[in-house]
């Protein structure tokens, strides 16, 4: 069994900083592409960002391009996300999941492409 644990949400103002953590269990991390997900009340999970298995590739939703930065360490079986420049409405639950395949290529930013999630971390922007 998978789990991934999330940290690093709290409370800061516009033009802030965060950086959230994922930290994975079992030994195969090295073999998925990673991607985070965020979701407001009243509102479906949307994606944020995904990083390649191998930390090569990365892509990013258009809301968050420019401000937000996902990354990888397989040795710490763990994946950042470094956002800057926060916003009000960046604000919501964060979530990292892994994909379903392994070393796959592509561009995955459905739900359905995720089978592990971890258990969300607030971020709350204020203005």
């Known amino acids: 069994q998978v789990q991934l644990v999330e940290s690093g949400g709290g409370l800061v103002q516009a033009g802030d900083s965060l950086r959230l953590s994922c930290a994975a269990s079992?030994?195969?991390?090295?073999?998925?592409?990673m991607g985070w997900f965020r979701q407001v009340p009243g509102k479906e999970r949307e994606f944020v960002a995904a990083?390649?298995?191998?930390?090569?590739?990365?892509y990013y939703a258009d809301s968050v391009k420019g401000r937000f930065t996902i990354s990888r360490d397989n040795a710490k079986n763990t994946v950042y996300l470094q956002m800057n420049s926060l916003k009000p409405e960046d604000t919501a639950v964060y979530y990292c999941?892994?994909?379903?395949?392994?070393?796959?290529?592509?561009?995955?930013?459905?739900?359905?492409?995720?089978?592990?999630w971890g258990q969300g971390t607030q971020v709350t922007v204020s203005s």
């Open positions: 990083i390649r298995w191998s930390g090569g590739l990365t």
């Open positions: 079992g030994r195969t991390f090295s073999n998925y592409n």
């Open positions: 999941a892994r994909n379903r395949r392994q070393y796959v290529g592509g561009d995955y930013r459905s739900v359905y492409d995720y089978d592990y």
